[in-house]
């Protein structure tokens, strides 16, 4: 009797799957760990890796970033330089679609890009576009956005004249900056645009609810290019400016990825939970800024260098990260791809011979024993027990070598970022720089007296200024990297900044989290991931 009446309920299954249909698959879903609150939205204002994030799930520009870090096409079918190097045409994919299922066309391009120039949206990346012929007077306000050096020739083909010849500027374009909103969004919604509900995009994913301090939920856009192969429906990216509240969550299963684990944490992890470790390097720096707009740091370069030098750095990398930082002396990279950054003397001392030549030039400065005592220093930096165990050891080492008080001033890190920009901070500020593509411009550009509030202390070369656009015109890429090796050591003579680490994630993923590939670009795109049953 129990056989037939098993026989019989199999049947009774199968025929109401028949009748209604299978049931559908179960949702499919990653919590990601994203860090500190976004500090905008809008793909062309947002400035930080936490909206970096989102972003490159929502939308996708003529490249996007691949799983190994690499620039891959994305909507670019096809491109054309002309001989010059100042031409570029690219012919865009027909398959490209708005998430509003809507062709995503070369005008769409052409609006972004004028749109990021326009004075009006104030936005701190409208330098990428400088290359492009007329966009830096656009920006400036000297000439209007319709002569800006792109075209759409038809609504499959983008052309782009370049102001001169500019050897990273294919490479830049896999950045978010550069990606396009859809041009009939902006126009209908304004400002608006980005929220839940109104933005249209055309990446992987789509927007559908933001809770500020909390998440961003996106779910599967139908109409992308590859939405057959894009194996996760819905991501929420969870945010906290608490990396031990992040890793809680992930222990307790509620967050399946974290980026970046507490410092303190790294050897538990270690030793506790070594099958979700995927600590690796990526391209990038943490340095100390100087406000070069405020006194005594900007008529005193021997003071910047007697704190540069009493800083172990070898220190820093053993006793505090641990987690694969190298300590740094240049402001690129070390191993940054065709580029050889300048060393300075310093680098090749002990030590206690750095120690000692910090003294004599703390004294030579005007300060210390027989001259007059330096006011308690201030180190801004973010709300994190990393950053704060980083700046605590780096005051220690001030006080132990210089006899030099430092206070921290700790703050939420979007609000940090505001103030840097503003030049608003009195001693020295605590920051980090993920390249935005593979190229040592990336993190020299930030030195630059023209880029405005994204360099963030203040500092002006001409001499600095001038190697750079000099090297941004030499084809040749040995010569162009050797004028920008050029202008470093300018600026590491100068010191406006003190070069600590290169940096590393701390992440830590689930093992049911299939595809997660560490890269120098720290990006990991959801459309290549996957959930292990």
């Not at 972003?55 to 799983?67: H, K, Q």
């Not at 800006?148 to 490479?171: I, K, M, N, S």
């Not at 950053?387 to 703050?411: E, F, P, Y």
């Amino acid at each position: 009797m129990r056989d037939f009446l098993r026989r019989a309920g199999l049947a009774l299954t199968l025929v109401l799957a028949g009748a209604l249909g299978q049931p559908a698959a179960a949702e499919v879903v990653l919590n990601r760990g994203n860090g500190p609150e976004p500090s905008s939205m809008d793909p062309q204002l947002g400035t930080t890796v936490t909206e970096g994030r989102i972003m490159y799930d929502l939308f996708e520009g003529l490249f996007t970033i691949g799983i190994n870090g690499e620039p891959v096409p994305a909507v670019a079918d096809s491109w054309e330089i002309s001989p010059d190097g100042l031409v570029y045409t690219f012919r865009l994919r027909r398959d490209a679609k708005w998430s509003d299922g809507t062709p995503v066309t070369a005008e769409d391009f052409a609006f972004s890009w004028r749109r990021l120039l326009d004075p009006a949206l104030a936005s701190q990346y409208a330098y990428f576009l400088w290359p492009v012929k007329n966009a830096e007077a656009i920006n400036k306000g000297e000439m209007p956005g319709e002569a800006l050096g792109v075209e759409a020739v038809d609504p499959y083909t983008f052309r782009v004249t370049l102001e001169r010849p500019t050897g990273y500027f294919l490479a830049s374009l896999m950045h978010r900056i550069t990606h396009p909103v859809q041009k009939a969004n902006v126009e209908r919604d304004g400002k608006s645009f980005m929220q839940p509900g109104k933005l249209v995009s055309n990446g992987a994913y789509q927007l559908v609810d933001y809770k500020p301090q909390s998440y961003v939920k996106v779910v599967k856009n139908p109409h992308y290019h590859d939405a057959d192969q894009v194996k996760i429906d819905t991501v929420y990216f969870h945010h906290s400016d608490s990396q031990d509240t992040e890793l809680r969550r992930f222990r307790a299963g509620e967050l399946d990825a974290v980026m970046q684990i507490p410092y303190t944490q790294v050897d538990w992890v270690r030793q506790n939970m070594p099958e979700v470790e995927t600590f690796y390097p990526v391209f990038s720096i943490w340095y100390l800024g100087f406000n070069m707009t405020k006194e005594p740091w900007a008529s005193n370069a021997k003071l910047r260098e007697a704190l540069y030098l009493a800083i172990d750095r070898e220190a820093l990398v053993e006793r505090i990260t641990r987690a694969g930082e190298q300590a740094s002396y240049s402001f690129v990279p070390a191993g940054t791809s065709g580029y050889r950054p300048p060393l300075p003397e310093a680098a090749a001392l002990t030590q206690a011979q750095r120690d000692e030549r910090a003294r004599r030039l703390l004294k030579e400065a005007g300060y210390g024993p027989g001259g007059k005592p330096l006011p308690e220093l201030e180190i801004l930096h973010a709300t994190s027990e990393s950053s704060r165990r980083v700046m605590v050891a780096v005051a220690g080492m001030w006080k132990q070598k210089l006899n030099v008080d430092t206070r921290l001033n700790n703050q939420e890190f979007k609000v940090q970022l505001q103030t840097a920009a503003d030049k608003n901070y009195v001693g020295l500020t605590h920051l980090g720089w993920i390249g935005d593509y593979p190229d040592a411009y990336t993190f020299l550009k930030l030195m630059r007296s023209d880029i405005g509030r994204m360099n963030r202390t203040g500092y002006a070369s001409a001499d600095f200024d001038r190697l750079l656009d000099e090297a941004n015109l030499i084809l040749d890429p040995e010569r162009r990297a050797a004028r920008m090796a050029e202008a470093e050591a300018v600026l590491l003579a100068d010191l406006p900044v003190i070069p600590l680490f290169t940096g590393s994630y701390r992440t830590v993923v689930s093992p049911k989290v299939q595809g997660w590939t560490p890269n120098p670009m720290g990006f990991q795109l959801t459309r290549y991931l996957s959930i292990k049953p």
